[in-house]
Structure formats: structure tokens, C-alpha cells
């Protein structure tokens, strides 16, 4: 079961799914394909957002690492 999501700082909405960094698996494509999370890139780097809002795409947090 996924955590619940914070809010929005954009635009309030709580339609917020996890970022998942670095080479995806398998599972992970399938997660993104069913919107349980978004895929953020192989590059991982410090500072990188953790989160991202359905509703308006803006990305923020901090990553889990």
C-alpha cells in the first residue's frame, strides 16, 4: 500500500503521486502505467523532488532515498 501523498503546494490538490528515480523495473512500469507513481529519470541527483501533482505537474519534496 503507497503512503498517503501530500498536498499540492501549487495548487492544493491531493491528487499527488510519488516520483520513482533511477532505472525503473518492471514493477515501477507498471505502477506508472496504472498512475500510482511517476517515473523521474535514471539520473538521480541530490535535491530531487520526491513528489508530483496529478493535477497541475509540479514536482516537489525531497526524494526518499
Known amino acids: ?3 498517503q501523498q501530500a498536498p ?3 495548487c492544493r490538490s491531493v491528487q499527488t503521486v510519488p516520483i520513482s528515480w533511477g532505472m ?3 514493477e515501477a512500469e ?3 502505467a496504472a498512475g500510482r507513481v511517476v517515473l523521474g529519470g535514471c539520473l538521480v541527483g541530490d535535491g530531487d523532488p ?4 496529478r493535477a497541475c505537474g509540479h514536482r516537489f519534496g525531497a526524494a526518499r532515498s
Not at 520526491?50 to 501533482?53: A, D, K, L, P, S
Open 30 to 32: 507498471h505502477d506508472a
Open 50 to 53: 520526491g513528489t508530483q501533482c
Open 1 to 3: 500500500m503507497l503512503d
Open 8 to 10: 499540492c503546494p501549487r
Open 24 to 26: 525503473p523495473t518492471e
